[in-house]
């Protein structure tokens, strides 16, 4: 139980464009999810906190009108990279934890490799 | 948001020895400790976990060491096989709020044959 899915995989967009990454959590529920980017060689990052039906909460130094946050769904939060640049490549990465369930540990999307040309 | 340290940031062991990861943590309301494997390219897998109310957590070759006090935690890895080799995380959750999950640096652990 508790599988998280991430798509696309991987995307290659020119700069200036927008891409949309979708974390859906298969087999829960999950009033929060996570966002997190990953540059090589280094550490996950926490972005933002995505909040079903309200607004995310953003760590310090993210761009919350860069970096589009929705969480229309128990089970659907998307990210949008808004006027991609190729400084915003790196492998993002959503997570999340059934509702309630305390004892349940955090799962992890596939994460989405995205490269700005 | 919560500061975790992690250390070594590279380590190698020989095949069938031990292999220990460190690391600190600044919020002392943290509650939930996991260790996570990352290969290339892929995501993180949780391998093992800890709680607040628990010292020391042991699965198979994997164990899990916590002192609160300190506010510190240990990933042991026992009788390390080659494929073991990857980057382990730690990571550390606030008390309140979303119990965001933070994560350690990175240890890239390479066990030679």
């Known amino acids: 139980g508790a599988v998280v899915s991430q798509h696309p995989s991987w995307v290659i967009c020119k700069s200036g464009t927008s891409v949309k990454i979708e974390c859906r959590s298969l087999d829960f529920q999950a009033t929060t999810m996570f966002w997190y980017r990953q540059f090589p060689k280094q550490s996950l990052m926490l972005m933002a906190t995505s909040n079903e039906g309200s607004k995310a909460t953003y760590e310090q130094g993210v761009e919350k009108d860069k970096f589009l946050i929705n969480h229309a769904s128990l089970t659907l939060s998307t990210l949008t990279v808004t006027s991609a640049h190729p400084e915003d490549s790196s492998f993002y990465i959503c997570?999340?934890?059934?509702?309630?369930?305390?004892?349940?540990?955090?799962?992890f999307g596939s994460g989405t490799r995205l490269t700005v040309v | 948001g919560e500061n975790v340290e992690q250390h070594p940031s590279t380590l190698s062991v020989q095949e069938g020895d031990s292999a220990v990861i460190k690391c600190t943590y600044s919020d002392s309301a943290s509650n939930y400790f996991p260790w996570y494997k990352q290969e290339l390219g892929k995501r993180p897998q949780l391998i093992i976990d800890?709680?607040?109310?628990?010292g020391e957590k042991k699965d198979q070759r994997i164990a899990v060491t916590l002192n609160k006090t300190a506010k510190h935690f240990s990933l042991h890895i026992t009788e390390t096989q080659p494929e073991d080799s990857a980057v382990y995380f730690c990571a550390g959750t606030f008390q309140t709020g979303a119990n965001n999950l933070f994560f350690g640096t990175g240890t890239r652990l390479t066990v030679i044959p």
């Open positions: 997570s999340a934890r059934p509702t309630g369930r305390q004892s349940y540990g955090y799962t």
């Open positions: 800890i709680r607040s109310n628990v």
